[in-house]
């Protein structure tokens, strides 16, 4: 069992950054793959980006490829999204999720989740 508690979102003007936090509970966190999700007002919920349990192993959707970085700190218990140049349609929701055995692109791949962080960009 983990929980997971999102932090960092934000107002920002278009190409703008956020840092993204997402402090997990437990002493197991090394063993999760984990993900970041958005959502959306009306939308479906996308994969956003992901990373395995040593961290050296990352992916990302193509929409945020090379303006977001995902990374982890497994002795802080805590994994992160650096969102960079960032569009109004970036705005959305953000989840943090976390998987027990591998990562993935879908939600349903996925065992425990956050509350979320709301991400506000402005053009």
């Known amino acids: 069992q983990v929980q997971l508690v999102e932090s960092g979102g934000g107002l920002v003007q278009a190409g703008g950054s956020l840092r993204l936090s997402c402090a997990a509970s437990?002493?197991?966190?090394?063993?999760?793959?984990m993900g970041w999700f958005r959502q959306a007002p009306g939308k479906e919920r996308e994969f956003v980006a992901g990373?395995?349990?040593?961290?050296?192993?990352?992916y990302y959707a193509d929409s945020v490829k090379g303006r977001f970085t995902i990374s982890r700190d497994n002795a802080k218990n805590t994994v992160y999204l650096q969102t960079n140049s960032l569009k109004p349609e970036d705005t959305a929701v953000y989840y943090c999720?976390?998987?027990?055995?591998?990562?993935?692109?879908?939600?349903?791949?996925?065992?425990?989740w956050g509350q979320g962080t709301q991400v506000t960009v402005s053009s």
């Open positions: 437990g002493r197991s966190f090394s063993s999760y793959a």
């Open positions: 999720a976390a998987n027990r055995h591998y990562g993935g692109v879908s939600a349903d791949e996925y065992d425990y």
């Open positions: 990373i395995n349990r040593s961290g050296l192993m990352t």
